[in-house]
């Protein structure tokens, strides 16, 4: 008898614990008046754009900060980007070639002053590790000091990996950087975990930022439709035009990003793609606030007249 009257208050108040047909206990979760109402009159979003515009709400009634948006945005872009859209080109890596004398390319390790180096036999394809800048400490303390003895093993990625799938790898593993190759195995380019990362929480300073005026725009590999360009959207529209050899208008604005913010009429976001005489712009990172980074493509004349 007291079974039968412990199922009945059980069942009489549907907020309490219920056992299931397991024996294990299942909480069901209590909801307001106000929740439940809020629910009929607002569905849940169904994909990704529209759970970005309830956040972008969310952030224009205050609810949450612009840092706070801004990462999971981010959040949203590491799961859609690919090594190749933010790895270090082939041609920027800064490499040291352990079959030259160590005397020789001391310097670069010195001026870079990176933290890690790409170890190469004579080719850039032939990575046979990454060395450490610490390790070389031991040169200036040891006697007989051999460099291949000091070198990490390398990590090769394909440019299609996702970045949400590295990071992983990268905590997994305790790696610091991984080097891309292509579809012929050959050095793409390299790529660390502080370039995922900052897809998520916007610039970090360090060694490898472009930050030298000269270094806003990195030429990349060729794209489909002609020679493809990584560029800064701090980048003043000058030298823009004259690295691209082209003739964008800067009497209002005075860089790429603001340019870009002008054409678009509104604030850019992560996948925007659009043409503008014979360039094709895509944004490649942008936050809440304002865009970091795009590719700029140029058409062949057929494709521009076609426009």
Partial sequence: MQEHSSSVRNDANPNRS?????????????????????ALISPEPENRSELLEVLHEA???NLIDADALSMIEG??????LSARDIMVPRSQMDVIDITKPIDEWMPLV??????????????RDKVVGILLAKDLLRYYAEESFDVRSMLRPAIFIPESKRLNV??????????????????YSGVAGLITIEDVLEQIVGDIEDEYDFDDEEDNILSIREGQLGPRWR????????????????NLPD??????????????????????V???????????RADARQIHVLTVEKLPPAIDEQD
């Fill in 18 to 38: 219920l056992t299931s047909r397991n024996g294990k206990s299942e909480a069901k979760p209590h909801r307001s008046l106000l929740e439940r109402l809020t």
């Fill in 59 to 61: 952030h224009e009634r």
């Fill in 75 to 80: 959040v949203f872009q590491v799961s859609d």
């Fill in 110 to 123: 010195l001026e870079t002053a990176h933290s890690r180096f790409p170890a190469i036999e004579g080719e």
């Fill in 166 to 183: 590295l990071l992983r790898d990268f905590r997994a593993n305790h790696n610091h950087m991984a080097i891309v190759v292509d579809e």
């Fill in 231 to 246: 560029v800064k959207a701090l980048t003043e529209i000058a030298q823009f035009n004259e690295e691209l050899d082209a």
């Fill in 251 to 272: 009497d209002d604005v005075d860089t790429i990003g603001g340019f870009v913010s002008k054409h678009l009429a509104r604030m850019p976001h992560k996948g925007d």
């Fill in 274 to 284: 659009f043409d503008i005489g014979n360039l094709r712009f895509e944004v490649l």
